[in-house]
T-cell receptor
Framework: GAVVSQHPSRVICKSGTSVKIECRSL??????MFWYRQFPKQSLMLMAT?????????EQGVEKDKFLINHASLTLSTLTVTSAHPEDSSFYIC????????????FGPGTRLTVT | GQNIDQPTEMTATEGAIVQINCTYQ??????LFWYQQHAGEAPTFLSY??LDGLEEKGRFSSFLSRSKGYSYLLLKELQMKDSASYLC??????????WGAGTKLIIKP
């Protein structure tokens, strides 16, 4: 149990275009989902926390107008990278938490974004 | 500020034992996690400690000392597939995970 999927696994896009990444909890309801970014040889950096039905909470330094997060249901959260630039190229990983009282985060397989 | 320290890289021999240390300073403490991450993949959960002591799970064990702000992950009977990065993460008072930079473990035959 506790499987999280991400789509797409890899995406290449041109500078200036937008890319949407989906994160789904397949066999549980995720009240909270997290979006991370990881650059090569660096640790995970939390971008934002999203709770179903409410606005995402963004970490300091993360532009909310550039990284749009929508947590429309208990099983789906999306991250849209708007007007992508080469410096946005990174490994984007989502994770999901069952609910209050459980602390383990289940990670999706990640999305490798390359902006040319 | 909040800080998680772990060695950048370690090397060990197949079949041996290795201990990866993690020290932390965080605003509050709601548990410490160890994750394994193979290159190009997402992290996978290994262990969770919230009370002092040793938790054993097969070849992997994790230890916590809250008074010392210290944890270690112990890997026994090392296998080549254990070559990966090992991430230490602490859940702070806001239930946010604070991540260490990870320890890259290289296993040699």
């Amino acid at each position: 149990g506790a499987v999280v999927s991400q789509h797409p696994s890899r995406v290449i896009c041109k500078s200036g275009t937008s890319v949407k990444i989906e994160c789904r909890s397949l066999d549980f309801q995720a009240t909270t989902m997290f979006w991370y970014r990881q650059f090569p040889k660096q640790s995970l950096m939390l971008m934002a926390t999203s709770n179903e039905g409410s606005k995402a909470t963004y970490e300091q330094g993360v532009e909310k107008d550039k990284f749009l997060i929508n947590h429309a249901s208990l099983t789906l959260s999306t991250l849209t990278v708007t007007s992508a630039h080469p410096e946005d190229s990174s490994f984007y990983i989502c994770s999901a938490r069952h609910g209050e009282g459980t602390y383990e985060q289940y990670f999706g397989p990640g999305t490798r974004l390359t902006v040319t | 500020g909040q800080n998680i320290d772990q060695p950048t890289e370690m090397t060990a021999t197949e079949g041996a034992i290795v201990q990866i240390n993690c020290t932390y300073q965080t605003s509050g403490f709601n548990g410490l996690f160890w994750y394994q991450q193979h290159a190009g993949e997402a992290p996978t959960f290994l262990s969770y400690n919230v009370l002092d002591g040793l938790e054993e799970k097969g070849r992997f064990s994790s230890f916590l000392s809250r008074s010392k702000g210290y944890s270690y992950l112990l890997l026994k009977e090392l296998q080549m597939k254990d070559s990966a990065s090992y991430l230490c993460a602490v859940m702070d008072s806001n239930y946010q995970l604070i991540w260490g930079a990870g320890t890259k473990l290289i296993i040699k035959p």
